[in-house]
């Protein structure tokens, strides 16, 4: 036999090989599956990516048209996660009937599924087996320390729920007053006073921007300063949804006279907006900011500023809160056109076709409310006055059903104070805190509740909402601090 035959014959069982294995094994595929005979997954949108609430619907793109039913009754998920089917040619869409529980990992697998022949519609091969997998993002939230053998007093923590990690993200110099999120959870805006200032109090603070070490990575510093006092104070500050204005209440220094809102956008100056008025909000497209004017609630646009506001909702005194796309302020009316009603209070929802809808009434204070994700929710710290001659609030949970307007009395508070509700992503509770105070301290500077009080201690809690009062639970968590909030 010469060389060439045996090369030839080696050839041949090589081959045999490879082809007794393709036929006899199965092989599980990715996106990145090389070319075989059978359709295959060309594209899982999800594949390798860390999801969010705000992520509801995953795509998956064919390399040819495929049995709908067929793809549809073999697709499985783990854990299960919900959802309904929709397609569009080779892409199919699932859609998510409620948010991803975070800190989860998930498989997502596909076997069995056919092509089918779009003239005939006969089905042909039986696609390659494909396998991806994507994990939600870990449970987060933060909140302002006020344990002192701890040295968390005034510092911002974040707490990984999903990893049982703590960390303190700010020097111990800074003492933290207010904070929002950026939205993927990747920084921190907050304001601050320098406890190495003793001459300086809360109206000095400055503005400042921390990395959480979660999420997107930036190559910004992990601590910068956002917006000095130099020439100005700040008060009242809010970042927007999509994390690109900062509007802020300022006060001159040199003319006090001088007050009104500015905006921060990134890589530009503060610009003052020529605005003044109460308590602000910037609306969730971050292009609109409402707030009072006069007798009512104002609607000015953020990038084109104009003495006359783009709309103008009357007798309306306090913004609560913007529905998560944007579509539904909830608005507060104090009835003082009302003689009858002058000492109760109106629940409001009012959409973007300025139609609107009671939903609550009180004769005590509406302290604070939030939507749950899906909006079909909504949730409100709401008081009423106790019986007798001594004036008494008495705090409690309302969820307001917004498909049917019914309204359910959840659990009962014992005590109020600088209470700001943060409603999970995945919709898994509340968020608030129990501010402990001590009137008689008159010597700390600057770590005060809104009303002046210095701050002496706090109690986060976390309110799973149920469908009853009995099924709500009302659980204490293990941190000693204040104005908590969930990380998108």
Sequence with gaps: ????????????????????LGIGGEQVCGVDCPINTGPRVRE???????????????IMTFDRPMDAAGVEENLVIDPPLPGKFSWAGKRLAYTLLEPV????????????????????????????????????????????GTDETQEEKGRLILYNWT??????????????????VYPRGEAILFSAVDRMRPAEGMQDSQIYRVKTGLGEETE??????????????????QLAADGEAIAVQRVNRADPGDFGLWVVTPGEPAQPLGLTGGDFAIAPDGKTIALPQGRGIAIFSL????????DFLPRFGQIVTFSPDGSTAVLVDFNSDNLDLRYQRSLYLVDNRDREQKVLD??????????????????????????????????????????????????????????????????LGLLFSQVVTDASNLEEPFFRTTSGEAIAGGQLWLLIPGATPEETQLEILPFAGVYPHWLP
């Design 303 to 310: 990038e084109d500023i104009q003495e006359e506001p783009l």
């Design 44 to 58: 899982f949108s999800w594949q390798g990516q860390r999801i969010g609430g705000e992520d509801v619907a995953f």
């Design 163 to 180: 990893r049982d990690e703590k960390r303190i993200l700010t020097p111990a110099n800074l003492v933290v007053l207010d904070f929002q």
């Design 362 to 427: 009180t004769d005590g204070s509406i302290v604070d409310c939030t939507f749950n994700p899906r909006e079909t929710q909504l949730y409100c710290l709401v008081t009423e006055l106790m019986p007798g001659e001594d004036y008494q609030e008495q705090p409690y949970f309302a969820q307001i059903n917004l498909e049917n307007n019914e309204v359910n009395r959840l659990a009962e508070l014992t005590q109020f104070q600088d209470v700001e509700l943060s409603m999970a992503p995945d919709g």
């Design 101 to 144: 529980p975070y800190g989860q990992e998930y498989q997502v697998t596909l076997r069995g599924a056919q092509e089918r022949f779009a003239a005939s519609g006969y089905l042909g091969k039986t696609m390659q087996p494909f396998s991806g997998s994507f994990q939600s993002r870990d449970r987060a939230l933060a909140y302002i």
């Design 220 to 237: 910004a510093p992990d601590l910068e300063l956002v917006l000095d006092n130099r020439t100005h104070q700040n008060l009242q500050f």
């Design 1 to 20: 036999m010469t060389s060439i035959d045996r090369l030839a014959w080696v050839l041949i069982l090589i081959f045999s090989l490879l082809i007794g």
